[in-house]
Antibody, heavy 116, light 108 residues
Framework: EVQLVESGGGLVQPGGSLTLSCAAS????????MLWVRQGPGKGLEWVSL????????SYADSVKGRFTISRDNGKNTLYLQMKSLTAEDTAVYLC?????????WGQGTLVTVSS | SYVLTQPPSVSVAPGQTARITCGGN??????VHWYQQKPGQAPVLVVY???DRPSGIPERFSGSNSGNTATLTISRVEAGDEADYFC???????????FGGGTKLTVL
């Protein structure tokens, strides 16, 4: 059974930092592109960042570029998202996804709330 | 940056056909993927590469893509199809993943 389990979310003050993790099991992790996608309260899906299977290439949405850093540890089957300079607009459920069409797996997400 | 436009809502009676559109500049040249998301749940891929179905997805779900519009078609709509649907493409010019704004499908 494939499982993607996010962790690390929580309440953080504006300007603060947080690191999210996504632990994968049941897949050959190092063959999948990995994504972070977020969903604000009552809103649609917003792509945040992507990292290719060997970690050689990353990309970011304009809204987070320069503030967020995606990384992966293929030895630990884990994806990370380091977030800094957080604002209220970053409040959302953050989901990780493993992309390898037709294989496509998602976690249930971790909630990040940015508030004073 | 590349933009995908979906209608906010589509309503259809049970047993009828629902068509959800996704507009984008020359979207026919890109591969379009469609996701279904029910409240409180993670998205589920229902169509990939314009018109292919992952295993386990009913044949009632189909897709097409040409010109400036991609379409997700759900035939013989059931109450359980009520959900939000999102289209998605890969914009190779920017290396960005692009999602449409989503369409809420209501089964009357």
């Amino acid at each position: 059974e494939v499982q993607l389990v996010e962790s690390g979310g929580g309440l953080v003050q504006p300007g603060g930092s947080l690191t999210l993790s996504c632990a994968a099991s049941g897949i050959t992790f190092n063959t999948y592109w990995m994504l972070w996608v977020r969903q604000g309260p009552g809103k649609g899906l917003e792509w945040v960042s992507l990292i290719k299977s060997d970690g050689s290439s990353t990309s970011y949405a304009d809204s987070v570029k320069g503030r967020f850093t995606i990384s992966r540890d293929n030895g630990k089957n884990t994806l990370y998202l380091q977030m800094k300079s957080l604002t209220a607009e970053d409040t959302a459920v953050y989901l990780c996804a493993a992309r390898g069409y037709p294989d496509d797996y998602w976690g249930q997400g971790t909630l990040v709330t940015v508030s004073s | 940056s590349y933009v995908l436009t979906q209608p906010p809502s589509v309503s259809v009676a049970p047993g009828q056909t629902a068509r959800i559109t996704c507009g984008g500049n020359n979207i026919g040249s890109k591969s379009v993927h469609w996701y279904q998301q029910k409240p409180g749940q993670a998205p589920v891929l229902v169509v990939y590469d314009d018109s292919d179905r992952p295993s386990g997805i009913p044949e009632r779900f189909s897709g097409s893509n040409s010109g400036n519009t991609a379409t997700l078609t759900i035939s013989r709509v059931e109450a359980g199809d009520e959900a939000d649907y999102f289209c998605q493409v890969w914009d190779s010019s920017s290396d960005h993943v692009i999602f449409g704004g989503g369409t809420k499908l209501t089964v009357l």
